[in-house]
Nanobody, 118 residues
Framework: VQLQASGGGLVQAGGSLRLSCVFS????????VGWLRQAPGKEREAVAS????????TYGDSVKGRYTISRDNTKNTVYLQMNSLKPEDTAVYFC????????????WGQGTQVTVSS
């Protein structure tokens, strides 16, 4: 399984970005996918996750109401729509995948940098 994250960049506070995570090398519909982020000097933080069918999603408290995770199982892709961005959202964003039976993220993408200027 491979994950390719993209869509990061530099944006002003209040702006929006959409991240994409393309999945390959397995049966996409068998995997839940999550987005996590890590800022310099901080621990990795769970941002959002989506179950295999897309019917169940979770969000970190710091992004609730601003971020939306979705998936298109026909395109093997998960999206993270990020609105009302804040400077504290600046981090490297990673996508990760796991099967239903796993309690830990099994596969990781390479990360994409998101920088929000004030």
């Amino acid at each position: 399984v491979q994950l390719q994250a993209s869509g990061g960049g530099l944006v002003q506070a209040g702006g929006s970005l959409r991240l994409s995570c393309v999945f390959s090398g397995g049966i996409f519909s068998n995997y839940g996918v999550g987005w996590l982020r890590q800022a310099p000097g901080k621990e990795r933080e769970a941002v959002a996750s989506i179950a295999t069918t897309g019917l169940h999603t979770t969000y970190g408290d710091s992004v609730k109401g601003r971020y939306t995770i979705s998936r298109d199982n026909t395109k093997n892709t998960v999206y993270l729509q990020m609105n009302s961005l804040k400077p504290e959202d600046t981090a490297v964003y990673f996508c990760a995948a796991k099967t239903k039976m796993s309690v830990k993220w099994e596969y990781w993408g390479q990360g994409t940098q998101v920088t929000v200027s004030s």
